[in-house]
C-alpha cells in the first residue's frame, strides 16, 4: 500500500505515519526527517536544506523529488511505505505520480489530517516548549516566525493537494484534533474503507 499523509506543520502527521507505518508493517518516509539527518550529517543535500528549513520555506521541488524517488527505490520500500510530509506542492505530487506510473505503480490513499490553524500554532509552540523543559534539541523551525511562514506555504501551495488527490478519488480526511488514538483509529478505517 503507498500511502500520503497530509496536513499542516503541528497536526501530528509524524505521531500517526508511525503508527500506521507499524500497523501496516511498511516503512514510514519522512522527508523532514530525511533532511534533518542530511543536516547533521553535513552531506550535499543537508548543506542545500538547513537555512531553507530553518526559516520554514521549502526545499526546491527537484531536490525533494530526487531524495524521495530514491528512497523510495530501497528494497524496504518495494512493497508500500507512507510518505509523511512529500509531497508539499503540486509539482511534486505530478512528478511522484509519473516516477510511480513507470514502475505500474500509484498512490493508494492520500490521507489528510484536518486541524484548525489557530490550534497549531499552540500546539508547536507548546512542543518547543516541552522539549526545551525536558532537555531535548528543539527544532530550529518551531518558533514563531518561521512558523508563519511554515502556515502559510501550507495554505498557499499543500492544501491545494487535498483537491489533486480528491479529483482522484483517493483522498481521505479525518479530524486530526481528536484525541492521537482515536485519529489513528479513524485513519486505519479510512484506508480500509
Ligand atoms: P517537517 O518535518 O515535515 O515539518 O519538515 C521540516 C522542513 O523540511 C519543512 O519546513 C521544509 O523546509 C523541509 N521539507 C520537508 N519536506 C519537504 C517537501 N516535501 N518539500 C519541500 N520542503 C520540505
Avoid: W
Wanted: hydrophobic share 45%.
Amino acid at each position: 500500500m503507498r500511502i500520503v499523509l497530509l496536513g499542516p506543520p503541528g497536526a501530528g502527521k509524524g505521531t500517526q505515519a508511525a503508527r500506521l507505518a507499524q500497523r501496516l508493517g511498511i516503512p514510514q518516509l519522512s522527508t523532514g526527517e530525511m533532511l534533518r539527518a542530511a543536516a547533521a550529517a553535513g552531506t550535499e543535500t543537508g548543506k542545500k536544506a538547513e537555512a531553507i528549513m530553518q526559516r520554514g520555506d521549502l526545499v526546491p521541488d527537484e531536490l525533494m523529488v530526487a531524495t524521495v524517488v530514491e528512497r523510495i527505490s530501497q528494497p524496504d520500500a518495494a512493497n508500500g511505505f507512507i510518505l509523511d510530509g512529500f509531497p508539499r506542492t503540486i509539482a511534486q505530487a505530478v512528478a511522484l505520480d509519473d516516477v510511480l506510473s513507470t514502475r505500474t505503480q500509484s498512490i493508494d490513499c492520500a490521507l489528510e489530517l484536518k486541524v484548525d490553524e489557530d490550534v497549531l500554532v499552540d500546539r508547536i509552540l507548546n512542543r518547543a516548549k516541552e522539549a526545551e523543559a525536558n532537555g531535548h534539541a528543539v527544532r530550529g523551525d518551531d518558533n514563531h516566525e518561521a512558523l508563519k511562514v511554515r502556515l502559510n506555504l501550507y495554505r498557499r501551495q499543500t492544501q491545494p493537494l487535498a483537491d489533486y488527490y480528491r479529483a482522484r478519488r483517493i483522498l481521505k480526511s479525518v479530524d486530526g484534533l481528536q484525541p492521537i488514538n482515536i485519529v489513528a483509529a479513524s485513519l486505519l478505517d479510512a484506508i480500509e474503507a
